[in-house]
């Protein structure tokens, strides 16, 4: 048996004040709370997700797949993406074992939306996804809220 693993990252700025845009993270909407800067919805879970998943099945990263220079994204939800590339990772002849991933942000609060989260992006992705969140301890732009970041790490094998 083949076992590889990946890697994933994803960051994004929030918007400004006013801006109406929904913060989308692991296919949640959190109500009331400022939206994230980005191409597509910008939902930061389900890239780093499938940036980690594209590295372990070895197929490259999420920007050679969809990139934000083809207008076809433009405003498309991450758990669209994230179907996707389950696809591909499949095609490719891989089973995936499991996924993990860190949000590390200031605010939004991730434990009370943590299972809704985990719950979307386990049945997207066929496999056990485990989402905890972090904080950056008030350091840099991250602590400052200017926006949040996301880990992931995946496994996948094959025969």
Do not use: Y
């Amino acid at each position: 048996m083949k076992i590889r693993v990946g890697q994933g990252f994803d960051v994004h700025r929030f918007a400004a004040d006013g801006d109406d845009r929904a913060l989308v993270l692991g296919g949640v909407t959190f109500e009331g709370e400022r939206g994230l800067v980005g191409h597509s919805d910008a939902d930061a879970v389900a890239h780093a997700i499938s940036d980690a998943l594209l590295g372990a099945a070895g197929l490259g990263d999420l920007g050679m797949h969809f990139p934000d220079t083809d207008a076809q994204w433009k405003g498309v939800a991450g758990t669209e993406i994230l179907t996707r590339v389950v696809e591909m990772v499949r095609a490719a002849g891989w089973t995936i074992g499991n996924v993990d991933c860190n949000i590390v942000t200031e605010s939004p609060k991730i434990a009370p939306r943590r299972e809704e989260m985990q719950e979307t992006m386990t049945a997207i992705v066929g496999a056990p996804v485990s989402i905890k969140g972090r904080r950056a301890e008030q350091m840099g732009a991250l602590g400052r809220r200017e926006g949040l970041m996301c880990l992931a790490v995946a496994i996948v094998s094959a025969p």
